[in-house]
């Protein structure tokens, strides 16, 4: 199996090891940005001997790749209707939305320095794409059932409304919680709630 370019540890302490090193890593960049980051640092914070990184990792770059993995794993939260059992439209659209801004406010320092990186790092570009079309998809695949059961409007394409409203969503969290506009987070869920299902259509709660 092969991990961000290297293979992955197979010893428990291998693995204890190369996950020291992306929670160092983050520690690292999230104080010191991605530009003035250094490997020393990382290992350092970690508390393991500056050659142990490049077992697990070969720069900089690809241990940054592993924290994105690792946030988004963190955020994406797939499944919600088989984890929750929630079944009510209006109610599976709050819990996925509660689920993501709580993510991004927990993780709002590295969403900052995801979107600085974008703009400086090819690579890290398309991961961010990656990133993004998965929130669409699942979200599409919500509206698309939606409209199955005749709760959210047929004539809608599925596919482009999850991206307008995913990036809705997520340019609304990066205001509230990377440029720290003052909206309560309630206020804010309450708000992207409604207008999920004014644009789907969806009948008022009876």
Do not use: C
Not at 19 to 24: D, G, K, M, S, V
Not at 39 to 53: K, L, N, R
Not at 95 to 121: C, W
Request: charged fraction near 30%; aromatic fraction near 8%.
């Amino acid at each position: 199996m092969e991990t961000n370019g290297r293979t992955a540890p197979r010893s428990r302490r291998g693995m204890r090891t190369r996950q020291a090193l992306i929670t160092a890593a983050r520690e690292v960049f999230e104080r010191d940005g991605y530009l003035d980051a250094r490997i020393s640092d990382i290992t350092g914070t970690a508390g393991v001997a500056s050659g142990s990184f490049y077992t697990y990792f070969t720069d900089k770059e690809e241990i940054f790749a592993a924290v994105v993995e690792q946030v988004n794993e963190e955020m994406l939260h797939p499944h919600l209707r088989e984890r929750t059992g929630i079944t009510d439209p209006r109610l599976l659209i709050d819990a996925a939305n509660r689920e993501y801004l709580r993510s991004y406010r927990r993780n709002a320092r590295l969403m900052a320095l995801f979107e600085q990186v974008a703009q400086i790092d090819e690579n890290f570009r398309r991961l961010r794409v990656e990133r993004g079309d998965a929130f669409v998809q699942r979200n599409a695949r919500m509206i698309r059932a939606l409209q199955e059961r005749g709760e959210a409007d047929p004539d809608l394409d599925p596919l482009m409304t999850a991206y307008a409203l995913s990036a809705m969503v997520s340019r609304m969290a990066y205001w509230v919680y990377v440029a720290e506009q003052p909206i309560a987070f309630e206020r804010l869920l309450t708000t992207l709630n409604q207008i999920w299902a004014n644009a789907l259509g969806m009948k008022p709660p009876g």
